[in-house]
């Protein structure tokens, strides 16, 4: 409730003084994350789960955990699954069918594959680097969206109330034609029930490049992105 002011002059200052240090109190522990990272992920993804999550996160689900590269430093428990069983995860099994109770995590990460096939000559480099064993056919447009749906569909049922999805993605150019993943992700969260809450965008050190392609009709993109959805109506929580 507002405090009353008095009518003397002295004692009002005095009133609007505590009130002003109360507030500068109070935001001096709000610290914003910037909107544009260059540093480290697993940095990042630190202060993200310290930023976003209502509560601190207890129960915490890496969906693509892969070598764990994420967590590498952290102290918190962290979940992995991963269809891939030389990762060695906590949970072998596909993102898009999750053997995990209702309502059983607090904040679930994502960083599904941002590049959907490669040459042969490539394809190792991709693999050992980026768990890269999920291909696209034509009749899929060479991307991967269509691995969208099924993986929010169960990141929604097993997220509890208000919790938090990250994921990571990147869009790219491929069989010709610019693939808007990160575009095609939030439409099909939003369809699933999630709410859209913030984007972070990710400066890589260099753009993604093929020897084969001297020339390219687009910007070569050297940025990816972080987008945060909330198993909520409002990005508040």
Not at 65 to 73: D, S, T
Not at 112 to 139: C, M, T, W, Y
Not at 190 to 213: E, H, L, Q, S, Y
Request: glycine letters at 6%; aromatic letters at 10%; charged letters at 30%.
């Amino acid at each position: 409730m507002p405090k009353k002011h008095k009518a003397n002059g002295s004692k009002r200052l005095l009133f609007d003084a505590e009130d002003d240090q109360s507030s500068v109190a109070k935001s001096a522990t709000y610290e914003p994350l910037p909107s544009i990272w260059s540093g480290d992920d697993a940095e990042l993804l630190e202060r993200m789960l310290s930023f976003y999550p209502k509560n601190e996160p207890q129960d915490i689900l890496d969906a693509t955990v892969n070598e764990g590269r994420f967590w590498r430093g952290s102290r918190r428990r962290i979940t992995g699954m991963d269809i891939n069983p030389a990762c060695k995860p906590d949970i072998l099994a596909d993102n898009g069918d999750m053997p995990c109770g209702d309502e059983s995590f607090d904040v679930i990460v994502y960083d599904p594959p941002h590049i959907p096939n490669q040459g042969s000559d490539r394809s190792k480099d991709f693999n050992d680097r980026f768990g890269l064993i999920v291909k696209s056919p034509a009749e899929k447009g060479y991307n991967l969206s269509h691995t969208f749906p099924p993986f929010l569909k169960e990141a929604f049922r097993v997220l509890r109330k208000n919790g938090v999805l990250f994921c990571k993605i990147a869009d790219y150019v491929h069989g010709h034609r610019f693939q808007w993943a990160h575009v095609e992700f939030i439409n099909a969260a939003v369809k699933v029930g999630f709410t859209p809450c913030d984007c972070i965008v990710k400066i890589r050190k260099g753009p993604i490049t093929d020897p084969r392609w001297k020339k390219a009709h687009h910007a070569r993109r050297q940025h990816c992105y972080w987008i945060v959805l909330r198993k909520s109506t409002k990005c508040e929580g």
